[in-house]
């Protein structure tokens, strides 16, 4: 399968963004889809994923203001960005992987789309 992100931008704080991911070669049925971002100077960090068996994962940093979802129709997952702070600012990459939904263990990557946040 391969990826393609999308989305990025400059935002306010408090602001929001959606980002998507349009997958050619496979379906969302098919691979959980994990969103992940790296911020300069900083290693990777899980964002969120979906998956089999429907469950959404997200990281701490995230939780209560990001969403992540999957349009099967269009091939494309998304992962809706609100409230979002300065500490938000990174690139940021979708991934999938076959099995089960999960933090790790992603096979394919996209590449990567930057999200700048302005205080």
């Known amino acids: 399968v391969q990826l393609q992100a999308s989305g990025g931008g400059l935002v306010q704080a408090a602001g929001s963004l959606r980002l998507s991911c349009a997958a050619s070669?496979?379906?969302?049925?098919?691979?959980?889809l994990g969103w992940f971002r790296q911020a300069p100077g900083k290693e990777r960090e899980f964002v969120a994923a979906l998956g089999w068996p429907s469950a959404n994962l997200y990281g701490d940093s995230v939780k209560g203001r990001f969403a992540i979802s999957t349009d099967n129709a269009k091939n494309t997952g998304y992962l809706q960005m609100n409230s979002l702070k300065p500490e938000d600012t990174a690139v940021y990459y979708c991934?999938?992987?076959?099995?089960?939904?999960?933090?790790?263990?992603?096979?394919?990557w996209g590449q990567g789309t930057l999200v700048t946040v302005s205080s």
């Open positions: 070669g496979g379906t969302f049925r098919d691979y959980a």
């Open positions: 991934a999938a992987k076959t099995g089960l939904v999960a933090m790790n263990g992603y096979q394919y």
